[in-house]
């Protein structure tokens, strides 16, 4: 494609980590914003992936980002969309990781792209169910329409911040990780066993 940016190792690996983060509260969505920047060239994705850059996987994206968005509107469906899109999350994020990612041996690229995209989809989608658990149980599920509106505008945001400014994309990424890391960590603590004193010996 005649227009495209060239991204060194650092920039693509935090636009592909930025996209993985965004696939955690949407997972159409950054696939939908990848998709149409390769569209128009603003991305140059290798070979393999060319079928990202087509029109066919746009709609697709489009039509399945549509569905998902609305789904998490209906009661008790976000909860059913939260236990497909986690996985979904992982995927999502593996794939456009190792789309982005500097050429490279293809097993260094993959366990890359399991680790950096799929761990942070993975982690940021972990929080997005313990958030969505906590205020169906606080507010009864009166509240998740806003909170389901939070995550499109997070995944939006986000997906478009990393194709603009990937560097400002990483950082906010890193702290979303901080996050969520300590939120995930606080709640294992929570189920882990308390320590049983042993009976005095007579």
């Keep these: 494609m005649a227009d495209y940016i060239n991204l060194d190792t650092l920039i693509a690996i935090m636009l592909a980590v930025s996209l993985s983060a965004a696939a955690g509260f949407r997972v159409f969505v950054p696939l939908l914003v990848l998709s149409g920047a390769a569209v128009i060239g603003h991305v140059d994705l290798p070979a ?4 990202i850059e087509t029109q066919p996987a746009l709609i697709l994206f489009a039509a ?12 008790w469906v976000d ?14 994020g593996t794939v456009m990781t190792a789309s982005l990612a500097p050429e490279m ?12 995209g799929g761990g942070t989809a993975g982690v940021t989608k972990g ?19 806003i909170f389901s509106t939070f995550e499109l505008i997070a995944a939006a945001g986000l997906s478009v911040l990393a194709l603009t ?33 042993e009976p005095p010996v007579s």
């Design 165 to 197: 400014v990937p560097l400002a994309a990483g950082l906010a990424v890193m702290l979303i990780l901080t996050i969520a890391i300590r939120q995930l960590w606080r709640l294992a603590a929570r189920f882990q066993p308390s320590a049983t004193p």
């Design 64 to 75: 399945a980002c549509l569905l998902e968005i609305g789904g998490y509107y209906i009661p």
């Design 127 to 145: 929080l997005m169910n313990i958030f969505r658990a906590t205020s169906t149980a606080t507010s009864g599920g009166i509240a998740n329409p």
């Design 105 to 116: 041996n293809p097993l260094v690229q993959w366990t890359l792209a399991l680790a950096a």
């Design 79 to 92: 909860h059913l969309l939260d236990l497909v899109s986690t996985p979904a999350a992982i995927i999502a």
């Design 48 to 51: 393999d992936f060319d079928w």
